[in-house]
């Protein structure tokens, strides 16, 4: 197994999914803080967002449908979330709903974010091999 990066939906893909999302989005009822940055209202995605996908392959977007129960279960923070599993499966917060709200639905703060997080990631890595 090799790292992945994960970005996790509070929202399930399907067209009910999809019309569920929006009509809580416009009600005040509901809500994905991952949604908002990469779709808001549009159901094929934001621009920026389709753009950034193609500049980080690395990240993979699933909806929580799209996830084993069991991994669901494991999940270190509530959904949304962008966690990273590791080489032997373990899976570790990046940004937790708080960190994509502060997004405020927009890409670049999402990247800023998630860049952060992964150097931090990495920083407490290399520390874990070196003791």
Not at 57 to 68: A, C, G, T
Request: proline letters at 5%.
């Amino acid at each position: 197994m090799h790292e992945r990066i994960l970005a996790i939906y509070d929202a399930d893909l399907s067209v009910i999914g999809e019309l569920a999302y929006a009509v809580g989005k416009l009600t005040g009822t509901g809500s994905c803080a991952l949604c908002d940055i990469t779709h808001g209202l549009n159901p094929f995605g934001k621009r920026a967002w389709r753009s950034y996908c193609k500049d980080r392959p690395d990240v993979e977007w699933l909806h929580r449908n799209e996830i084993s129960d069991e991994m669901l279960a494991q999940l270190p923070t509530p959904l949304p979330c962008v966690i990273k599993q590791d080489a032997h499966g373990y899976l570790s917060t990046l940004l937790d709903t708080s960190a994509l709200m502060d997004c405020e639905g927009q890409v670049d703060p999402f990247d800023q974010r998630l860049a952060q997080a992964l150097r931090e990631s990495q920083l407490t890595s290399d520390a874990a091999l070196a003791s």
